[in-house]
């Protein structure tokens, strides 16, 4: 039985969630490949099926199309293309899965940005007839440069090259060339159609000669983003519990600090140091809902106690002591500019890392990147959808990682306060 | 033990459950952290149900950081409403409900037919009620699976002074920091269970072993067939002459208001079942029990830019 067949039931072994990220330039198959996955886990509905059925047919196509699945809002649909990320979900019973569907035209490259912050795995289409394009390039820099540890380049339309070895293992050549130049390590390439269904959940019967596993089998098996290595402990305090009205005297000194654990593992009795203040303490317990944990893993959202009245507020951080991150006032970091309006070198604005926000000033460009070929070029200004390495002094101290280390403790964003909204999308180096 | 901590020591990383349960509780205290006025949208429903625990398992020992407030269509299914009441008292919490019947009386809200259904002018009330309180943000039980359009809402929604959402206009969000910013009269829509499916929320109810009031299992009643759907026939919907009434074993998988939300035909009287049901089904949540959604596929979009949640 295939693990698709199972069904989602509490008895079943759970192994996590997955977050993954489908990319690819327009045409080459995303919309279908999502389409397909969610139609081989039996998570397309009948109702659903019957709406893309009726619209298939009134667009003139003979038969179903899987990629209007994954159409989103009106406007869009209205334009014919997919502008903003979009969040799908599907389930073999022993996983969960969320897909980010980031858009692949050129000016998008804020999207693929977004789309990637959270994804744990990243799957790059590439067209079996066309072979490697300067966007495969592109999303395969922002997916390393977003951090993703696992790409999968799936070389889609394989029966338009009538399943053949040849244009699959020149295109596994030629990428494995330029990802051993950008340092991506994690590569898999997989063969497939995601039209007919070939190697996505079926091998199918087309594709003998390759013997490694279907594109299920590989996001089955793949490692969640954290515990594979040893991470060290962080814990940005996102909000204090101080119930002292509360009618129960016990309660009365109770002071629990409250977050989510970014990295690492903790447990009780374990020495921490609070940041800024540096006081140092030990854990006396770590509780949910009254329940004590004797420890606290990564993605966690806990409440810690110390054993020390120490002053905790929203923004602080809690450490293990002798695992300090960088404490500093200035950061160096790869930034996309997200907004329309572009960085303005003469302003301050808003940096808001972990629970923590500061105010910020441009200290320095040191290049932008060309996201097409990597180059390196100096620049004055950053635009919309531009990335670049940058300097930002600021005006309250930050507790970093380097986000290849880290990705909770090493992304920030930038807001503008005079709309409110979010402009940029920082990486600390 | 709880069951949360036997499946952390079971696997190496977190369950999916509890990666979203995680991930609802720390959305709840971002909140908590970064707006002044915030309320909890509270229908007695069952992805409210779960959103009372992860506010639980956030805030205690606690208490919340936001009042409760249900915006009441007076079409309710009493078993719905008692359980509601029943609920805000045993967590001691404060519920707020403002009834969209007081906007009709205002004459804020003007209904096309007495018997249209009320659902979409609940927004109405939302929005009076937003403004009676100058809540600055609203946290909701809304998921990305239900509709299309909201596949691509952010988890920090924004909206403007007019509660209107829009798509193309929507601030980026990436990894786990959220931006719940907003200028005085505008307001965030947050979605902690954004990410999870119908299922999720079923497994989870039978995780933390929640109650659920009672017309979420089967149990007979009287109803009339009416297109393509089960109607209810009750003192708001009663049978149209000629229909023939059928007393059925069914149960809702959404509740609503009672003009537009139907029952399925099950006999799942345990949330066992119930997920053994949900598993293999083949009609979604929205299509099978909203009467009002099936106008077009863009229903839900047009609504949400009109402010309704
Ligand atoms: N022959 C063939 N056509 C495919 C395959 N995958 C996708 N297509 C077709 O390619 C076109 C573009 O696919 P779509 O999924 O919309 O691409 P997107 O723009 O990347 O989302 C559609 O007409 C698909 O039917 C495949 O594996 N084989």
Redesign the pocket.
Known sequence: MSAIEKLPGSSVPDNGLLRFLTC?S????????IGRLLFDSKTILADTLHAIERTSAKRGLDMV?L?LLTDGLQAEREQGITIDVAYRYFTTGTRKYIIADAP?HEQYTRNMVTAASTADLAII?IDARKGVLTQTRRHSYLAHLLGIPHIVVAV?????VDYAQEPFAAIAAEYLAFASRLGIADVRFLP?????GDMIVERGEHLHWYDGPTLLDILETAPAIHGAHAEKFRFPVQYVCRPQDSANPELHDYRGFMGRVESGELSIGDAVTVLPSGRETSVRDIQVLGESLARAIAEQSVTILLEDEIDVSRGDMIVKSGELPTIGKQIDAMLCWLSESPLDPRRKYLLRHTTRDSKAMLAGISFRVDVNTMEQQPAERLAMNDIARVRFKLAQPIFADPYAESRGTGAFIVIDESSNNTVGAGMIV | MSTAALSNIATAGLSHLDWLESEAIHIMREVAGQCSNPVLLFSGGKDSICMLRIAEKAFRPGRFPFPLLHVDTGHNYREVVDFRDRRAAELGERLIVRSVEDSMARGTVVLNSPDEPRNKHQSVTLLEAIEEFGFDACIGGARRDEEKARAKERIFSFRDEFGQWDPKNQRPELWDLYNARSFKGENMRVFPISNWTEIDVWQYIERERLALPSIYFAHRRPLVRRGGGLLPVTEVTPARSGETIENLMVRFRTVGDITCTAPVESDADTVARIIAETAVTTITERGATRLDDQTSDASMEQRKKEGYF
């Open positions: 690819g327009v045409d080459d198959g995303k919309s279908t490949l199309d990629s692949g289409l889609n339309k394989m029966d338009l497939m159609s995601a039209l007919r």
